[in-house]
């Protein structure tokens, strides 16, 4: 497979680690002569370490052939996590450290997930791209507070804290971007 054709999702092998591709940035010749780049940032899938590479687009890449398969969060502890695959009711335990950075979002019970398997083997999970969460604490509403006005922090019930209009008080449930962090809309 040549470079040209990766995409976010994709799971790729680089010095013989599992990488899933998170975002890919075209970056164009500014001469004649050159070639088109594409910046690849990722993850390791195996430590969670980031991954950050530039390829032209003849190079070739090799894919890993991975499945995707619904599952469910059961539950969670100190250091590590339980998935039910929704379909045949496999479970799947992942280590607390290979999910540090999708943490902030996951709660027991969770619905909605996407695990990466490759060879019976859980290599990762994807989150939605938006998600509903309720806030749990945050200043007190304005009266006069407009959708366009200033924002303030809230912390959701899962700890993650982003920044939400005034008028939104605690026990409202808010739709959040899973990669920007960012409050969308209440939900």
């Known amino acids: 497979m040549k470079a040209n054709e990766i995409k976010k999702g994709l799971v790729i092998e680089q010095d013989k680690k599992k990488i899933l591709i998170k975002h890919v940035v075209v970056q164009s010749p500014s001469s004649r002569s050159g070639s088109t780049l594409y910046k690849v940032t990722g993850s390791d899938i195996s430590n969670g370490q980031k991954f950050e590479r530039r390829y032209k687009g003849d190079e070739v890449v090799n894919p890993v052939e991975v499945s995707r398969r619904a599952v469910q969060l059961l539950f969670h502890d100190t250091d590590s996590y339980t998935f039910m695959d929704s379909e045949d009711y496999e479970q799947f335990i992942m280590p607390a450290a290979n999910l540090s950075e999708e ?25 939605p791209n938006t998600m509903p969460l309720e806030i749990t604490e945050c200043a007190p509403a304005m009266k006069a507070a407009s959708s366009s006005a200033r924002t303030k922090p809230a912390t959701l019930s899962t700890g993650l804290v982003v920044q939400v209009p005034e008028y939104l008080t605690p026990g409202e449930v808010i739709k959040v971007n899973t990669e920007t962090r960012e409050f969308i809309s209440r939900a």
């Open 103 to 127: 943490a902030v979002f996951l709660y027991d019970g969770l619905e909605g997930l996407s695990a990466l398997i490759s060879e019976g083997e859980l290599l990762g999970i994807e989150l």
